[in-house]
C-alpha cells in the first residue's frame, strides 16, 4: 500500500495550501483575488504531481496515518487512488477557473476569496479521507463556506435559497452521521479501508445485526440519503435548481463542478464498499430513481426560461448517469463478459465525473460572461443571434455546449458512452429508459443554441461584446481540455483503469 | 502547584475588595493577572499530569474528630476541569473589560467564585468538596444582582435559592452516607474503597443516590429543575453567564460524577420491576429526565426572541448530552460526559461572550427582531464570524470540540439504550436549527426596519471591536478548534481517569 | 444542715457567681456614689470595664475551681467541668461582648444599673447551667429571667422598650408558673428534686403505670423551658422583645439567656439518657422485661416533645422570617428557627457526649453570630432611626467594613461554608444521625437542612439591600470604634473558626 509514499506528506499539504492561502487571503484586501489565484495554481500543481504519483496497482498510494482519537477510532489516514487523484485534479481545476471567473467581486473580496480556499480545502481533504471522522470534518468543512458564499453574494432571492441549501445537506450529514454512528457502536473501527474489508467478508453485516439488529438496510439507506442529496438524486434535488440559479456564478461552478462529485465520490468510496448487499436489495427502486433522475432533470430543463435554471437542472441530468452507472453495478451478473461491462461503467461513471465537472463549470462561466455583458440578464429568451456580434464567444460556448449533450469528439461523449456501454448487458430496461434522457437534454442544449445563438439580433445586443484577450486565455487550457479529453481520453483511463478493477475486486454485492 | 489556583483566586478577591475605589484599570489589570496566573498553574498542571493518575496535592487533616481531611488531589478529569476553569476566567475578566460600576468589587465576586470552582474540582474530600461547593453560590448571587440586566434581582435569587436547595438535597445525602457508611472517614477515596467493596448497603444507596445526584443535578441543569438557568443567564453579566455555563453548570454535573456515581455505584441498579415497560432503575429516570432536557432544551431555543435566552436554553440543551453521557456508565460515554464539560464550557462561553458583550453592549437589545434590522453582519462582521464560529462549534460540527465530545456520549448511549440515542440525535439536529436561526436573524437577514419600527437611539454608532474582545475571542475559538482537531490532548487525560472511576478509584 | 463543709463547698463552686455579685455591686458603688458628676460617655466606659473586669474574675475562678461540683447530701447541686464548664466560659465570653458593644451604644444614663443588671443576669445563667436539682434550676433561672425583663424595659424613652417588656414578663409569668407546676408534679412523684432521682424514679413509676401524670409534668416543664429559649409555639414573646429591646440587651437576650437554657436542656437529656449507665440494678430490670429498650421512663416521651416543639420551631421560625420587614424580628424568628435546630439535637440525645459538644458548638457559635448582627442592626438604627430592611439601602457605600460585617454574620447564620454556621448545623445534624440513623431522624434533618435552605432567602434580602440595591441615603455610617472592633472581632472568629472548625471542636471536647 505504502510503497509510493514519498517522505513529504503530498496530501496533508495539498489540503492545508488553500487554508494558508485563504488566512492570507483574508488579510490582503483587495489583492485577495490574486492571492487566491496563486493559491489554487500551487494546488492544481500539487494535484498533478500527486496525479503522476499514483501507484500503478490502483491501490492506495501516498499513505499518511497518524493516531488522532484512538478511543473514538478516530485516525488521521489520507491516501488516494486513481479515483480521489482524479477528484483532486477536477477540484482544483474547477476552484482555478471559478476563481478566474470572480473579478467581478466588489463586497468584501478577501472573505470571499477566503472562503472559497476554504472551500477548496474542504474538497481536497473529503477527496482523500480514509477515516470517517476525517472525512466528515472536511466534508462538514466544505459545506460552511458554500452556505456563506450563497447567503452573502447571491442573487435576490439568496436567503432562501441558502437556507434550503444548508438544511438539505445538513439533514443528510445527520443520516450519514447515525449510521457511522451505528457502524462504530458495532465495529469499533471507523476506517474505509477496515470497514470496507470487513465488508467484502460479510462480517460487518454480521457484527451490525449481533451489536444492533438486522439494521444494516436502514444504515444502508440512511448512508445512501446523506450522499443522495450532496449529488442530488431525484427526489432529493430541489434544493438544487435555487440554490444554483442563486448562487453566484463563480459559486455555481464550484457547486457543481466539484461539490456534487462529492456525493458521487461518497457513494463510491463509502456507500458500494460498506453496503453493497444491501445496496443490491433495494437495485430496483435506487435504479428506478437514478432513471428518474436523469429524465425528470432533462425535461425540467426543458421548461426553464433561466440559463442558470436551465443548466442546474441538465446537471442533475448528467449526474443521474453516474447514478444510473453505479447502481447498475449492484445487478447480480457473472462472468468475464459482465465483468468487462461492470469495469466499462465504473471508468464511464468517474470518466463522467470529472468530464461533467469541466463541462457543467464552464458553461456556467459563460453564462457569467452573459451576466457581465448584458447588466445580470439570464433569460434564455432575452437573446438571439449573438453568434453575429460575439463570434468567439459563441463558438467556444457552443463547444462547451455539445460537449455537454455528449457530442462524440468532445469530453462529455466518453464518459456517457461508457456508461451506457456498461449499463445495458446489465440493466437494459433503466438504460433504455435513460435513453430518453439523452434526447430530451440535447433538445434542451439544442434550443438553447438557437435561442440564444442563432436568429435575428435584437437592436440592443447589436453591440454584444465578443470575449477580450484575456477571457480567451483563461478559457483556451479549458476548451483544449474538453478536446483532448474528448479525442484521447486514455489519458485519464489508462490511469482509472487499474483503481476500477482494484475496487471491483474489493466489493461484494 | 495546582492547589495554588485556589489560593490565588481567594488572594486575588481579597486584594480586589481592599482596593480603593476608583482605580478601575489596576483593578482590570490586577484581575487579569491573577486569572492568567491561574490559568498558568492550570496549563502547567494538566502538563505535568499528563500520563499521571491521581495524584495527592495535600492531605492533612482538618476536622479529626469527624476524620474530615483537607485533602486536595488531581486526576485526569479534574485536570480537565481546572483548565477549563483556568481559561473561563481569563475570558471572563477580558469580556467584563468595560465594567465601570464597583469594578473592584466585581472582580473581587468574580475571583472567589473562580476560587471556589477551582476548589470543588480539585477536593476529594467529601465535605470540603461541599464548602467549595457551596462558596461557589454566594459570589454568583451578587454578581448577578449587582451588575445583571433583565430583572436580575428575581434572577440572582432564584439562582441562589435553586443552588442552595440543591445543594441542601446534597448535605442530607452526605451526611446520611457519612452517618451509614460509620467509616470516619471523609475522603471521597476511602468512601468510595468503602462502597464499592459493599460497604453501603444496596437499599441506602438506592434512595441516598437519586438524592444526592439530583442535588447536583439542579446545578448541572438538568429539567424539570433546569429554569434558573435561562433567567440566570440572561440576567447576568457576561462574564457572570460565560462562568455560569462555563463553568458552575460543570459543577453540578461534576458532583454527579465524583459523588453520585463514585460513591454510590449500586445506585443505579435495576430495581426488580418497571414503570411504563421502560423504566426500571434510576439509570433510566435519569437518562429520560437528560434526554428530555437536550430535546425540550433545544425547542425552546427554538422559539425564543430574546438573543441571550436562545443561548441560554441551549445550554440546557448541551448539558443534557453531559448527564446522557454519565448515565451510559461506560467508558466512552462517561468520557464523552467530561469531554462535553469541557466543550460546552468553551463554548457556551464564547455564545455569551458575543452575544452579551460584543452585540448586546453596543446595540442595547438582544430582541432577534431588532437585531434583524440592523444587519450586522455588515457593520459588526467581526461578531458575526464569530458567532458563525462558535455557533458552528455549538451544533456539534466535525473539527470542533463539541463533536468529539457529542459523538463519544451518542455512542456511549447508543451502547447502552440505542433510544438514547435517536432522542438525543432529535436534539442535535433541532440545535442545528435553533443556532442556525439565531445566526440568520441576528447577523445576516437582509430585512429592513418597517415604519412602526423606530431603531433605537445610538445604535447607528456601534464603537468598534477592543482588543479584550478580541482576544477573548481569539482565545476560545482557538481552544475549541485545538481540542475538536486533537482531541487526544484532552481524551488521553480523562480515559484513565475515568476508567478508573468507573472501577471503584483504586488508582 | 448535718453537713459539715458544705458552706465552704459552695463558697468554692460558687466562686465564679460570687465575682460576677461583687463586681454587679461594685458597679453601682462606683457609678453612683463617686461618678455622679462625670460625662456619660466616661460613666458608662468605667461601667462597662468594672463589668467586664468582673467577667474576667469569674473566668478565671471558673478556671480555679475544681470540678467536682456542689453536693448536698448525696445530691448533686451544682454541676461542675464538662460541658457545664463550656456553657459557663461561654456565658462569661458573650457577657464581655455584649458589655463592649454597650460602651458604644449609649441608649441610657444608667450605666451603672445596666451594667449591674446584665452581671446579675449573668450569675443567674451561671448557675443555671449548673444546676442539677429543681429548685436551684428555679432560682437560677428566675435570677436570669428577672434580670432580663428589666433589661428589656431599659429603654425609657421608648415605648416600644416598655410595651415588650411587658409582654415578656407577662409571658415570663406564666412559664414560671407552668414550670413551678411542673416540678411539683415531678416531686410528688419522685418524692426528689434531683434530677438524677426524679428520672430514676420516673422509670419505676412509667414501668409501674403512673406515666400518664408524668407526662403531664413534662408536658408543663417543656412549656417553661420552651419559652425560655423560644420554641414554638411558646415563642411569642421573642419577636416584640427582640423589636423594642435595647440592643444590647436584644443581643444579651438572644445569646446569654439561650446558652444557659440549652445548658439545663443538655442537662436534663444528659440525665435521661444516662440512666443505665449508673444505675446497675436497672438494666437488670429491662433485660427482665424482655428485648431491652434503647431508652426506658422520662426518656421517650421527653424525646418526643422536644421533636414536636423543633419541628414547630423550624418550620414556623423560617416562614415567618419570610414575611418580616423589620430585621430585629427577622432575627427574632431566625433564633427561634436556630432553637428549632437545637431542639431537634436534644431530641435525639447520644450516649456519649458527642451531642452535648455539638449543641454546645452550635449555641456558643450562635450566640457569637448573633450578638454580632445586633451590633450591626444597632449601629444601622442609630444612624438611620429604622431597623427596617430598607434603613440597610446601600451599606455597602456607607460603611464597607461594616457590610462586610453583615455579610459574614447573615451568611454564617444561613449556614454557608466556609463559615461557622455551617460547621454548627453539620456537627448538629451528624451527631443526630449518629444517634438513630432511622427513617424519622433522617425526616427531621432532611427538614432541617431543607428549612435553612428556605432561609438563605431572607437573609439575602437584607444583603441584598445592603450590596444590591441602590443607596438612597448615601451618607456615611459612623460606628464607635469600640463597636466597630468588636464586631470585626466577631467577624473575624466566625471565619477562622469557620475555616479551622477543629479549634473549637477540641477546645469543646476538652473539658
Known sequence: MNEFSTGIPLLSLLTGLPLIGAAIALWSGKHARAVALITTMSSLMLALLVWTRLPVSGGMGLVEQLAWAPSLGIEYHLGVDGLGALMLVLSAIVTLMSVDAAHRVHHQPNLYFALVLVLESGLFGSFTALNFFHWFLFWELSLIPAFFLIKLWGGPRRGPAATQFFVYTMAGSVALLVAFLAIFVSTGSMDFGHLTLLASTGELEQMVTAHLGPVSLWLAIGVLAGFAVKVPMFPFHTWLPAAYAEAPSPVTMLLTGAMSKMGVYGLLRIAIPLFGPQIAQIRTPLLVLAVATIVMGAWAAVAQKDLKRVFAYSSVNHLGYCLLGIFALAVPSAGAAAQASQAAALNGVILQMFNHGITAAALFWFVAMIQMRSGGGRGIDDFGGLRKPAPVFAGLMGIALFSSLGLPGLNGFVGEFLIFRGVFPLAWVAATVSILGLLVTAAVILTVIQKVFSGPVPERWAAFPDLHHGERLALAPVIGLMLLLGLVPQVIVDSVNPTVLNLLAHWRF | ?507 | MNYPGFYPDLFRVTLPETALEVAALLVLVIDLGFLRKAALKVRVAVAALIGIAGCGAALWALQCTARSGLSFDGDVLLAQGGYTQVAQTGILALTILTLLLFIGSAFTRHAGEYVSVVLMAAAGGLIVSSAQDLLVIFIGLELLSLGLYILTAFAKSSGKSAEAAMKYYLFGGMSAAFLLFGFSYLYGISGSTNLNKILLASFYSSASGGAPLLYVALVLIAAGLGFKVAAVPFHLWAPDTYEGAPAPAAAFIASVSKVASFALLISISTAAVHLFDGVHELRFVAFTLGPPPKYLGLWIPWSLILTVLSAASMVVGNLAALAQISVRRLLAYSAIAHAGYILLGLAFFSHSNASANAILYYILTYGLTTIGAFGVVDVVQRATGSDRLDAFLGLHKRNPLLAAVLLVLFLSLAGIPPLVGFWAKFNLFAAVLGVSAGPVAFALVALAVALSAVSLYYYLQVLKRAYVMPAVDETPIKAHPVTMAVLLAIAAAVVVFGCFPALLQNWIAGF
Open chain 2, 1 to 507: 502547584m495546582l492547589a495554588w489556583t485556589i489560593y490565588l483566586s481567594f488572594a486575588g478577591a481579597l486584594l480586589q475588595a481592599l482596593l480603593p475605589k476608583g482605580r478601575n484599570d489596576l483593578a482590570r489589570w490586577l484581575a487579569l493577572a491573577f486569572a492568567v496566573a491561574g490559568l498558568a498553574l492550570a496549563v502547567a498542571g494538566f502538563v505535568a499530569g499528563m500520563g499521571q493518575g491521581r495524584v495527592i496535592i495535600i492531605d492533612a487533616p482538618w476536622v479529626p474528630t469527624m476524620g474530615i481531611h483537607y485533602l486536595l488531589a488531581a486526576d485526569g478529569i479534574s485536570r480537565v476541569l481546572v483548565l477549563l476553569t483556568g481559561l473561563a476566567a481569563v475570558a471572563g475578566v477580558l469580556f467584563s473589560w468595560n465594567i465601570e460600576l464597583r469594578t473592584n468589587e466585581f472582580f473581587a465576586f468574580f475571583l472567589a467564585l473562580i476560587g471556589g470552582v477551582y476548589g470543588v474540582f480539585l477536593s476529594f474530600d467529601l465535605f470540603l468538596l461541599f464548602v467549595f461547593y457551596e462558596i461557589a453560590i454566594v459570589p454568583k448571587y451578587f454578581l448577578i444582582a449587582i451588575w445583571g440586566s433583565t430583572r436580575r434581582e428575581y434572577a440572582a435569587m432564584k439562582l441562589a435559592l435553586y443552588s442552595f436547595a440543591g445543594s441542601a438535597m446534597v448535605l442530607i445525602g452526605l451526611l446520611a452516607a457519612y452517618a451509614t457508611s460509620g467509616s470516619h472517614s471523609t475522603s471521597l477515596i476511602d468512601l468510595a474503597a468503602y462502597a464499592h467493596s459493599g460497604g453501603l448497603p444496596v437499599s441506602f444507596q438506592m434512595w441516598c443516590f437519586p438524592l444526592v445526584f439530583t442535588g447536583f443535578a439542579i446545578l448541572a441543569g438538568m429539567w424539570p429543575f433546569h429554569t434558573w438557568a435561562p433567567t440566570g443567564h440572561v440576567a447576568a453579566p457576561t462574564a457572570a453567564s460565560m462562568l455560569l455555563a462555563g463553568v458552575v453548570m460543570k459543577l453540578g454535573a461534576y458532583g454527579c460524577l465524583r459523588v453520585g456515581i463514585w460513591l454510590f455505584p449500586h445506585g443505579l441498579d435495576s430495581w426488580g420491576f418497571t414503570l411504563l415497560g421502560f423504566i426500571g432503575s434510576w439509570r433510566d429516570v435519569f437518562a429520560l429526565l437528560a434526554v428530555i432536557g437536550i430535546v425540550y432544551g433545544a425547542l425552546v431555543a427554538l422559539a425564543q426572541t430574546d438573543f441571550k435566552f436562545v443561548i441560554g436554553y441551549s445550554s440546557v440543551s448541551h448539558m443534557g448530552f453531559v448527564l446522557l453521557g454519565l448515565m451510559t456508565l461506560n467508558q466512552i460515554g462517561v468520557t464523552g460526559a467530561v469531554m462535553q464539560m469541557f466543550s460546552h464550557g468553551i463554548i457556551a462561553g464564547l455564545l455569551f461572550a458575543i452575544v452579551g458583550r460584543i452585540v448586546y453592549e453596543r446595540t442595547h437589545t438582544r430582541q432577534l427582531d431588532e437585531l434583524e434590522t440592523m444587519h450586522l453582519a455588515k457593520r459588526l462582521p467581526f461578531a458575526a464570524w464569530a458567532f458563525v464560529v462558535a455557533g458552528m462549534a455549538s451544533m456539534g460540527l466535525p473539527g470542533f470540540s463539541g463533536f468529539v465530545a457529542e459523538l463519544q456520549v451518542l455512542v456511549g448511549a447508543w451502547t447502552a439504550k440505542p433510544w438514547w440515542t435517536f432522542a438525543a440525535g432529535v436534539g442535535i439536529v433541532v440545535g442545528v436549527a435553533y443556532t442556525w436561526r439565531a445566526l440568520q436573524k441576528a447577523f445576516f437577514s437582509d430585512r429592513l426596519p418597517t415604519a412602526d419600527e423606530h431603531p433605537k437611539t445610538g445604535w447607528h454608532n456601534l464603537g468598534a471591536i477592543t482588543w479584550p474582545e478580541y482576544a477573548g475571542v481569539a482565545l476560545l475559538t482557538g481552544v475549541s478548534l485545538f481540542v475538536g482537531l486533537y482531541p487526544r490532548i484532552l481524551l488521553d487525560t480523562i480515559e484513565p481517569a475515568v476508567k478508573a472511576l468507573l472501577a471503584g478509584g483504586g488508582q
